[in-house]
């Protein structure tokens, strides 16, 4: 893959004629799962407005149905994952080749995508880890690690704008953590609100939704309510399938930092 990651421009080394391919034009996009909105842009987003979004999808490289990519938060830092973010991308690579699958890559993870009979998208988001109950700043939580962190509250989901802020800086979380409130409704079923390290609370999330299923149930199919909508989650063998929407809110012209566009 070539550092652009749309193709190698240079001429080859060989006397061999080589194919290449031109980089296809790219116009900075918003788009939004269940009110979960993200700007998708080309390479870094260093200096952008982000303001009026949850965060920022940064498209480093792309090769075939492959996308490499970077997730910023409003204030400027870095996510080590997004459910959300990462189906967005896979969406959006998707809506420019035409292919019903798609493979992201961030940090460390690749997360397989494929867009289902229905229009939604499922994420395959690998590996988790949940903690042992602990209490911390007198709340009740479970520690779960889905490539990001979170802290799942069994409670009053109203209580999400106390109870969030005082857990995500809190000192047990060195790099700050995601949170979450939620109940129970039945098997199967939960409801939720979120709070998002570096965003503060927003309608949906994806890893949170995760987070939460695998906090309440450990294993099976869960549907977890967001004030932005559903999402699915299916829990196995200590893995996380996560399905829901991705859809285009609008096109935008290359960002200008400082917020605004360039027509």
């Known amino acids: 893959m070539s550092a652009s990651g749309y193709g190698d421009s240079r001429g080859s080394l060989?006397?061999?004629?080589?194919a290449h391919r031109r980089r296809p034009p790219l116009r900075s996009s918003r788009w939004h799962a269940h009110g979960n909105v993200y700007l998708v842009h080309d390479g870094p987003t260093a200096g952008a407005d982000l303001s009026g979004t949850d965060g920022a999808v940064e498209v480093l490289s792309v090769e075939g149905d492959d996308v490499t990519?970077?997730?910023?938060?409003?204030?400027?830092?870095?996510?080590?994952?997004?459910?959300?973010?990462?189906?967005?991308?896979?969406?959006?690579?998707?809506?420019?080749?035409?292919?019903?699958?798609?493979?992201?890559?961030?940090?460390?993870r690749i997360v397989d995508v494929r867009r289902t009979a229905d229009g939604l998208y499922e994420s395959e988001l690998g590996p988790l880890e949940v903690g042992e109950p602990e209490i911390v700043d007198?709340?009740?939580?479970?520690?779960?690690?889905?490539?990001?962190?979170?802290?799942?509250?069994?409670?009053?989901?109203?209580?999400?704008a106390e109870v969030?802020?005082?857990?995500?800086?809190?000192?047990?979380?060195?790099?700050?953590?995601?949170?979450?409130?939620?109940?129970?409704?039945?098997r199967g079923e939960v409801t939720a609100r979120v709070w998002e390290r570096g965003?503060?609370?927003?309608?949906?999330?994806?890893?949170?939704?995760?987070?939460?299923?695998?906090?309440?149930?450990?294993?099976g199919e869960v549907v977890v309510d967001f004030p932005g909508g559903d999402l699915r989650v299916r829990l196995a063998g200590g893995r996380a399938w996560l399905t829901?929407?991705?859809?285009?809110?609008?096109?935008l012209p290359g960002l200008r930092a400082g917020g605004g566009t360039d027509r």
């Open 14 to 18: 060989s006397s061999r004629p080589t």
């Open 69 to 108: 990519i970077g997730i910023v938060n409003p204030d400027g830092s870095r996510a080590e994952m997004s459910g959300n973010g990462t189906r967005i991308a896979a969406a959006w690579l998707m809506s420019r080749t035409g292919s019903a699958e798609a493979r992201v890559h961030v940090g460390p």
């Open 138 to 160: 007198g709340v009740e939580l479970i520690p779960v690690s889905v490539g990001n962190p979170h802290a799942v509250v069994v409670g009053d989901p109203s209580l999400i």
């Open 164 to 186: 969030g802020p005082r857990l995500e800086a809190h000192p047990r979380f060195p790099g700050r953590t995601n949170v979450q409130v939620v109940r129970v409704e039945r």
């Open 199 to 219: 965003v503060g609370e927003t309608a949906a999330s994806g890893t949170s939704a995760v987070a939460v299923a695998a906090a309440t149930h450990r294993d």
């Open 244 to 251: 829901g929407p991705a859809e285009p809110l609008d096109e």
